[in-house]
């Protein structure tokens, strides 16, 4: 179901994109510089609009995403506090259950029967 659900958003997205390609595929100059267009330094001549539109589109996901791992950081601290913190309370319990199964005799030997009932009488 979850494939089936990524293939329909899949091909949504190509629907929207290739026609976006298709009619924006004319060449344009792309100038780096808003205060001298003109300026031929920090102008990439003749790139096709599609390619401006998909890579500004991309830059966005990518930003996005950095913006959203970095805003998590202080949740991921917390789970590897919280981890550490849980593998050292496992490790005293194994120790302690260790412990327990070391001092207690083992059933299958035969000893000495304990008193039933310790009155002072």
């Given at each position: 179901?979850?494939?089936?659900?990524?293939?329909?958003?899949l091909f949504a997205i190509?629907?929207?994109?290739?026609?976006?390609?298709?009619?924006?595929?004319?060449?344009?100059?792309?100038?780096?510089?808003?205060?001298?267009?003109?300026?031929?330094?920090?102008?990439?001549?003749?790139?096709?609009?599609?390619?401006?539109?998909?890579?500004?589109?991309?830059?966005?996901?990518?930003?996005?995403?950095?913006?959203?791992?970095?805003?998590?950081?202080?949740?991921?601290?917390?789970?590897?506090?919280?981890?550490?913190?849980?593998?050292?309370?496992?490790?005293?319990?194994?120790?302690?259950?260790d412990m327990q199964a070391?001092?207690?005799?083992?059933?299958?030997?035969?000893?000495?029967?304990?008193?039933?009932?310790?009155?002072?009488?």
């Open positions: 179901m979850t494939r089936f659900v990524k293939y329909v958003i190509a629907v929207v994109l290739l026609p976006l390609a298709v009619t924006n595929r004319h060449t344009v100059s792309l100038s780096l510089n808003p205060f001298d267009p003109q300026d031929p330094r920090l102008t990439i001549p003749d790139i096709p609009l599609f390619w401006i539109i998909f890579a500004s589109l991309l830059i966005g996901i990518i930003l996005g995403g950095f913006g959203a791992w970095a805003k998590q950081g202080r949740w991921r601290k917390e789970a590897r506090v919280k981890r550490r913190e849980a593998d050292k309370w496992h490790k005293e319990a194994d120790q302690l259950r070391a001092a207690q005799p083992a059933s299958n030997l035969k000893g000495l029967a304990g008193p039933d009932n310790r009155s002072a009488a």
